[in-house]
């Protein structure tokens, strides 16, 4: 598994949604039904939180 570079990490948040709280990312899962799928980081881009996508 290769290493993302910084541009893939940048995609990667433009294109994810956002939540202010880790809360708010969690529930997000929830709503969907893949809180067990999911798991909310919080990004160093923007600093904001968004869901895993595994
Ligand atoms: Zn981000």
């Known amino acids: 598994m290769k290493k993302p570079t910084r541009d893939e990490h940048r995609h ?5 949604r956002r939540y202010r709280s880790q809360g708010d990312a ?12 999911r798991q909310a980081y919080i990004c160093a881009l923007c600093g904001r939180w968004h869901l895993t996508s595994v």
């Open 12 to 16: 990667h948040c433009t294109a994810k």
């Open 26 to 37: 969690l529930d997000a899962a929830l709503l969907a039904g893949v809180e067990r799928k």
